[in-house]
């Protein structure tokens, strides 16, 4: 059965987008038929990370009547499909986010997972976003401000019954400023599904225009996001460490 998956944050730049791609891209890797749908209409990004900032039909053109959804289903080179949205203003006259809705419910039939990525914050389109999912995953990172914004989140996914599957916290330091993961686990009363490290390789894929699992396999982003994908399809999963590697830890 096909899981929708909204993925979404108390505030922007967060590392939101990132994580619908690289997740998306991870269970792809893990042989799971995904499509990942831009649900940030009034600021979408997934296609600029994807190396696709125009196409001919997009989530608008969908959602003002003007196409079918599966006209905006876009497959990248990995097998990994995405449903970009509209980065023209004027495409976001006539639309009713409420379709959204029915367009979870079509794209059901075409996927394993669906993942949204949400917008920020608490207003419709983030909202709508989460009310379209079977299950929820928070993002923040581990500061005062993110986290305080992110439990604003948890509590309106909960008035609205999802489940929510845990909280991946990026661009993790490890420097004494930040606020210890399991403050942010007693915070949220959540688990925590996974830690993405601070890391370059995540800005040199977004300038390569691909998931940085694609671009740096081998990078901490990368091993972080096959976890948190292995949990989330629950895969016993592993990653295989190289000579040098294991020396390493040693």
């Not at 203003?89 to 075409?110: A, C, F, P, Q, S």
Request: glycine share 6%; net charge neutral.
């Amino acid at each position: 059965m096909s899981r929708i998956i909204t993925i979404t944050s108390g505030k922007g730049g967060v590392g939101k987008t990132t994580s619908a791609i690289n997740i998306g891209a991870a269970l792809n890797k893990f042989g799971k038929d995904v499509i990942v749908l831009d649900a940030n209409l009034t600021t979408p990004n997934v296609s600029l990370h994807l190396g696709a900032p125009i196409v001919p039909v997009n989530l608008n053109h969908v959602m003002q009547g003007k196409a079918k959804i599966h006209e905006a289903i876009y497959e990248h080179e990995s097998g990994t499909k995405i449903v970009p949205s509209s980065l023209s203003v004027r495409d976001l006259k006539e639309i009713d986010t409420n379709k959204l809705r029915n367009i979870g419910r079509k794209l059901r039939k075409l996927a394993d997972y669906i993942i949204y990525d949400s917008a920020a914050g608490l207003g419709d389109e983030a909202t709508i976003a989460m009310e379209c999912a079977d299950e929820v995953v928070i993002v923040t990172n581990p500061e005062i401000p993110s986290v305080a914004d992110a439990l604003k989140t948890v509590k309106v996914a909960e008035q609205l019954g999802k489940d929510i599957l845990g909280v991946v916290v990026t661009r993790v330091k490890g420097t004494k400023s930040e606020m210890p993961l399991e403050n942010i686990e007693d915070m949220l009363e959540l688990p925590i599904l996974g830690i993405v490290p601070e890391d370059e390789s995540v800005q040199e894929a977004l300038v390569m225009k691909d998931a940085v699992l694609h671009t740096h396999p081998k990078s901490k982003a990368s091993r972080a996001y096959r976890q948190i994908a292995a949990k989330i399809a629950g895969i016993n999963y592993k990653e295989k460490l190289s000579f040098w590697e294991k020396l390493i830890n040693w």
